[in-house]
């Protein structure tokens, strides 16, 4: 059973940074890929960037590119997400994922730090 928790978040000015980590135990077959995931009020959740454990692929939304970093330290089992040039529309429930495919059919889900970008 892959258990994942996040760190990180909180409450920064637009034009701030933010670095959300993600500390995973127990991984197992089918987890060899580690997303962010984010939700806003009112949205539905959607990936932001994901990362292969083992291998050099990563994936960025659109609306991150240039801006977020996905990172990964293997030996301590963490993944990281740096967030730069922050905008009030990043403002979400961010969420750390696990699962088989780069940008799809994760199934293990950390329980959510809050992202708050004021302008």
């Known amino acids: 059973q892959v258990q994942l928790v996040e760190s990180g978040g909180g409450s920064v000015q637009a034009g701030g940074s933010l670095r959300l980590s993600c500390a995973a135990s127990g991984r197992t077959f089918g987890s060899d890929y580690m997303g962010w995931f984010r939700q806003a009020p009112g949205k539905e959740r959607q990936i932001v960037a994901s990362?292969?454990?083992?291998?050099?692929?990563?994936y960025y939304a659109e609306p991150v590119k240039g801006r977020f970093t996905i990172s990964r330290v293997n030996a301590n089992n963490t993944v990281y997400l740096q967030m730069n040039s922050l905008k009030p529309e990043d403002t979400a429930v961010y969420y750390c994922?696990?699962?088989?495919?780069?940008?799809?059919?994760?199934?293990?889900w950390g329980q959510g730090t809050q992202v708050t970008v004021f302008s």
């Open positions: 994922a696990a699962g088989p495919t780069l940008r799809y059919d994760y199934n293990y």
């Open positions: 990362i292969w454990w083992t291998g050099t692929g990563s």
